[in-house]
């Protein structure tokens, strides 16, 4: 069971580096708590124990267009930052594998695509900081309470951090957010990464919306699968059709929460 496990988690590792770029890829090496500018001031910012080394999360990510960001997300808001939370330890129940997360919550200004029924919702980064273990994620956008963003969120899917609970994920790291600004008595949003102008956005989502179907936890499974199937026959993956089948298999019987907050 533990060995199917772990080949699934080099799976989907493999497909979110390939396809998507997902962000949980751990630096093998960490640093003391103390030792660096980031690291101090996540110790003041996080009350962390100043005896724990950092672990230090990095990220590749494919670079997508504002275009393929709307296409993607599951929801699309523009929401004011009301609370962070405490940091806390997910594990995996499969591994015990660990990392640490921090969770946001938005009240929602105005819904671009997709549905909810609240009016706060929780967005989730890996990284922060507890009495037991210090993440540190370079690749994590950072929010200001009371600050106005626009931000592209998908649904959790089964990835191996996964929770039962209602939150979502950013798409494509700081891709995925744009903070509120004012100029000239203007509001407009700011990503150093995309150029975005509110009034051709507001017109543009209105067309993704029309032509392209919010995905769903079952297109998100397909899509993996798909990615998986591209993988083989491009050689970047080697498997026999057997092999293949089998990770399709076990991509589909995956639980769709396959962790826990444990502290």
């Not at 060995?3 to 799976?11: D, G």
């Not at 989730?124 to 540190?136: F, K």
């Not at 990770?247 to 769709?256: F, G, L, M, Y």
Request: one cysteine or more.
């Amino acid at each position: 069971m533990k060995k199917n496990s772990f080949r699934l988690a080099l799976l989907l590792c493999a497909f979110f580096l390939l396809i998507v770029g997902y962000n949980r890829l751990k630096v093998n090496t960490t640093v003391a708590l103390d030792n660096t500018e980031e690291g101090r001031q996540h110790l003041a910012f996080e009350n962390a124990n100043p005896d724990l080394p950092i672990t230090v999360l990095s990220a590749s990510y494919i670079k997508f267009s504002l275009n393929e960001l709307m296409e993607r997300a599951t929801l699309v808001i523009h929401a004011r930052t009301v609370e962070k939370t405490k940091s806390f330890i997910v594990e995996n129940i499969a591994d015990n594998a660990q990392s640490v997360f921090t969770d946001y919550h938005f009240e929602i200004l105005e819904v671009f695509r997709g549905i909810v029924d609240t009016d706060i919702v929780t967005v989730r980064l890996e990284g922060g900081a507890t009495s037991e273990r210090v993440v540190l994620n370079n690749s994590a956008p950072s929010f200001t309470l009371n600050d106005e963003y626009i931000l592209f969120l998908t649904i959790p899917d089964g990835g191996w951090f996964d929770t039962p609970g209602d939150y979502y994920y950013l798409i494509g790291g700081t891709q995925g957010v744009f903070r509120g600004r004012t100029q000239n008595s203007t509001a407009y949003y700011d990503n150093s990464l995309i150029d975005f102008v509110l009034a051709d956005f507001c017109k543009d989502i209105e067309s993704v919306n029309n032509e392209i179907p919010v995905p769903t936890i079952e297109s998100l499974m397909n899509e993996r699968v798909e990615a998986l199937k591209g993988n083989v026959a491009r050689g970047v993956l080697k498997m026999t059709d057997e092999e293949l089948e089998e990770w399709i298999n076990e991509i589909k019987s995956a639980p769709q929460s396959p962790a826990r907050v444990i502290k």
